[in-house]
T-cell receptor, first 115, second 119 residues
């Protein structure tokens, strides 16, 4: 069974510290991996998309790495700010699936950045 | 430009009633997806449409759920004879369709969701 796991489930850091969020997946045959942010009561905001052929993607203070062979992705957020407080979700598009249109989501990491 | 929009934002209904949820994808996006987010199950895929192809309904939890997409744009998710376990946030997403790399490589963009509460 293809699964996506995010550990830890929750994380609290002081403002200015770098954030490191982990995502692991059980099958290395993927099309891509997408990181999202979700604020309470809101929809999902796409942060970064990493194709299977890429090792990393960067956008501003965000950097995501991908290691397919070990089934891992890491999202780094530099110099965290209180506005970074949200739930971060990792989603994988597996190749060997009954529906390659779908994203398989992890349960998310809830992040609190304290001033 | 405008993102994915969904309506209503909140819907409260009584058990046994039918409900319709609407999604307007980003203009030019030919692929449209429905997901459901609930406390116990996390985010789960329901159905997706790509152009004029038959939809992939593999994630629909029961035959009480159906969806259609008219004119290749707006989509409606219908839940018949609602049950309390249907209470969740229903999220719609869209993406570019079959670009040179193929549908599976395209980024999905989500709407704000519809919160459904079944009493």
């Amino acid at each position: 069974k293809q699964e996506v796991t995010q550990i830890p489930a929750a994380l609290s850091v002081p403002e200015g510290e770098n954030l490191v969020l982990n995502c692991s997946f059980t099958d290395s045959a993927i099309y891509n991996l997408q990181w999202f942010r979700q604020d309470p009561g809101k929809g999902l905001t796409s942060l970064l998309l990493i194709q299977s052929s890429q090792r990393e993607q960067t956008s501003g203070r965000l950097n995501a790495s991908l290691d397919k062979s070990s089934g891992r992705s890491t999202l780094y957020i530099a110099a965290s700010q209180p506005g970074d407080s949200a739930t971060y979700l990792c989603a994988v598009r597996f190749m060997t699936t009954d529906s390659w249109g779908k994203l398989q989501f992890g349960a998310g990491t809830q992040v609190v950045v304290t001033p | 430009g405008a993102g994915v929009s969904q309506s209503p934002s909140n819907k409260v209904t009584e058990k046994g009633k039918d409900v319709e949820l609407r999604c307007d994808p980003i203009s030019g996006h030919t692929a449209l997806y429905w997901y459901r987010q609930s406390l116990g199950q996390g985010l789960e895929f329901l159905i997706y449409f790509q152009g004029n192809s038959a939809p992939d309904k593999s994630g629909l939890p029961s035959d009480r759920f159906s969806a259609e997409r008219t004119g290749g744009s707006v989509s409606t998710l219908t839940i018949q004879r609602t049950q309390q376990e249907d209470s969740a946030v229903y999220l719609c997403a869209s993406s570019l369709g079959n670009t040179s790399g193929g549908l599976a490589y395209n980024e999905q963009f989500f709407g704000p969701g519809t919160r459904l509460t079944v009493l």
